[in-house]
């Protein structure tokens, strides 16, 4: 504020005391001289009819000579002047020399009135003098006596009562000032206390309060401002707060938000958005058509613009990687201008994974279906072969009812493994972690599946590096895992043999994380290693998915249900590890098991 406050106040103070003081003094002394020229007015009348009685007493003498002689005694000048206006006698000049009074206003207003007076400048002297007439009759005829006297020993008791009168406003007025400035400077400063707090209080820092010393209305207004600072200080740090958990929900989101302007104009976005289509910061104020570049987007505001209502709709994103959105546009009214509609909020849910488990679904009941019916079909066929006649022909019954066996085996193979999947994902198999001799596991495996190599004339190899010791695992399940492997690198290799190596190494424990000194850990890789067909490249990632097949026909004439590498990958799971699959078509294929070792 700068005391500007203060300096207005003390200003019209001063304005109002001078004027005050001018207004005072002008009515004190023309009130005075009034008072002065009314004593005046009285005593010369007294004076002027005494004097009427003289000279009616004195007889024929001289005028102009009992006029001087009446001056030496009242002081005034003194004139006789009969009704035609001619001067008769005159204390001060010659009376024969003087012009005619008949028109000066004392003698008219004294004609008319008895008494007459008036104040003017005298030439002849060269002051303001003040006359008096009265009228009088010595004989029959009337006759006028004035008196006339300086005005200049009123106005010399004038200006001193009017000094003393000056002195005595600017006394009081300097005290009323000095007082006046003492509150203007109390009340601008509880004023300028309210304005620093007011400040801080606008710039964020309403801690402290407001206490003024004053008890009066400027104390109630700062008491009043404390607490109104506090209190929105409140709601703004719970505003605050309100809008810093929408923030961190909008930004922690899974799912995709935009809100757009009816013109398709983004208002706000979260990370979400970004997420899934690879999008930059700081996309708000550009269009949808801009960024997203999805034409069925900018079909649903329209959509939504038009008839007002909630519209959702499936779309499908191929960079930076496939995914399947399930998008809801949804009108956006502002309570702000009278409930109108002013934006679209566009909601993205991730649908990818439910839509790969749908056709996961699919796939698994059709397969089980088929894989179950192909036995069914062919045990009900041969049998109903054998029912109508066949089973007297020996030789025919007997391969009829080795073929109702294969498929009877067959049928119990799948369904052991599907109720052995079924108790893996329902935690019904628990997971025993001991120290094991990983050399004796690959032996027994071998032992198991040695005859199946004999026949396609493949080498079983096992390669362990001799600084692997203290290797936990479930030996049964362990066990399990490398021949559902070991059996699948035979059934897939016509030359060469299957391998299974065990090393210790250094590295991420999932393939997925980044190479570095924050995730290095001491690890054992299990590989099991064929040089049979391999596998495409973007059948990879399906691997391990139930009843999926690379090559449907020649895993079925295998014999394989398409269940081996699903019960692999969750036993893997239950055991805390990591499973890598690499493969190069037409060389073989690797598959890794990665457990972290302490």
Not at 13 to 20: F, G, K, P, R
Request: aromatic share 4%; hydrophobic share 40%; charged share 30%.
């Amino acid at each position: 504020m700068k005391r500007t406050l203060f300096r207005r106040i003390v200003l019209w103070y001063l304005v109002i005391a001078a004027l005050s003081l001018g207004i005072l003094e002008l009515y004190l002394s023309s009130t005075l001289r009034k008072n002065y020229i009314e004593n005046l007015k009285r005593h010369l009348t007294v004076q002027a009819r005494l004097a009427a009685e003289l000279v009616t007493a004195s007889g024929n003498r001289d005028l102009d000579q009992l006029c001087r002689e009446y001056k030496e005694k009242i002081g005034a000048r003194v004139t006789i002047i009969d009704a035609s206006g001619k001067v008769l006698g005159d204390s001060d000049e010659m009376s024969s020399q003087i012009e005619n009074h008949r028109h000066r206003p004392e003698i008219r207003e004294a004609d008319l009135a008895g008494v007459g007076s008036a104040i003017r400048f005298s030439a002849t002297v060269q002051k303001n003098l003040f006359y008096l007439a009265i009228a009088y009759a010595p004989d029959t005829e009337r006759t006028f006596l004035r008196l006339a006297v300086p005005l200049e020993h009123i106005e010399k008791a004038v200006n001193r009562v009017r000094i003393e009168i000056v002195a005595v406003v600017v006394s009081v007025s300097s005290i009323a000032i000095l007082l006046a400035l003492l509150q203007a400077r109390r009340i601008t400063r509880s004023v300028e206390e309210i304005m620093a707090f007011s400040k801080e209080a606008a710039a964020g820092n309403a801690k402290r309060s407001l206490f003024l010393k004053e008890k009066d209305e400027l104390g109630e207004l700062g008491k009043n401002i404390s607490e109104m600072a506090h209190k929105l200080h409140e709601k703004l740090k719970m505003s605050e707060e309100g809008k810093q958990k929408i923030e961190a929900i909008l930004r922690n989101m899974s799912d995709g938000l935009i809100l757009a302007d009816l013109r398709g104009n983004i208002i706000l976005s979260n990370d979400a958005v970004a997420r899934f289509f690879n999008l930059p910061s700081g996309v708000e104020g550009k269009t949808i058509m801009e960024t997203i570049r999805k034409a069925e987007l900018m079909d649903m505001i329209d959509h939504v613009t038009v008839n007002k209502e909630k519209i959702s709709r499936e779309i499908e994103v191929t960079h930076p990687r496939d995914l399947c959105l399930m998008v809801t546009a949804a009108p956006f009214y502002a309570q702000d201008r009278g409930g109108q509609l002013s934006g679209i909020v566009l909601t993205f849910h991730d649908i990818t994974r439910l839509k790969r488990l749908e056709e996961m679904r699919k796939d698994f009941v059709a397969n089980v279906s088929h894989e179950i019916k192909t036995p069914i079909t062919a045990i009900k066929g041969f049998t109903e072969t054998l029912l109508d006649g066949a089973i007297d022909d020996r030789e025919n019954a007997r391969r009829f009812l080795a073929t109702i066996k294969n498929n009877s085996e067959r049928l119990n193979s799948l369904v052991n493994d599907l109720l052995t999947l079924s108790r893996i994902e329902l935690g019904d198999v628990v997971i025993q972690s001991d120290v094991v001799d990983v050399g004796d596991i690959i032996d027994t495996v071998f032992t198991v599946l040695a005859e199946k190599a004999q026949e396609k004339k493949l080498f079983l190899r096992k390669e362990i590096s001799p600084d692997v010791t203290d290797f936990k695992a479930d030996k049964d399940r362990l066990i399990q895992i490398l021949i559902n492997l070991v059996d699948n690198g035979i059934k897939f290799t016509e030359r060469g043999g299957v391998t299974v190596r065990v090393t210790r190494e250094t590295g991420p424990l999932a393939p997925a994380e980044p190479a570095g000194p924050e995730n290095a850990r001491p690890l054992v890789v299990l590989s099991v290693e064929d040089t049979g067909i391999g596998i495409p490249k973007k059948h990879l990632s399906r691997l391990g998915e139930r009843f999926y097949r690379v090559d449907r026909a020649r895993s079925r004439e295998l014999g394989g249900t398409g269940l081996g590498l699903a019960i692999v990958k969750h036993l893997v799971k239950a055991h805390g590890w990591e499973m890598d699959i690499q493969s190069v078509e037409g060389q073989g294929t690797t598959i890794r098991i990665i457990c972290p070792h302490e």
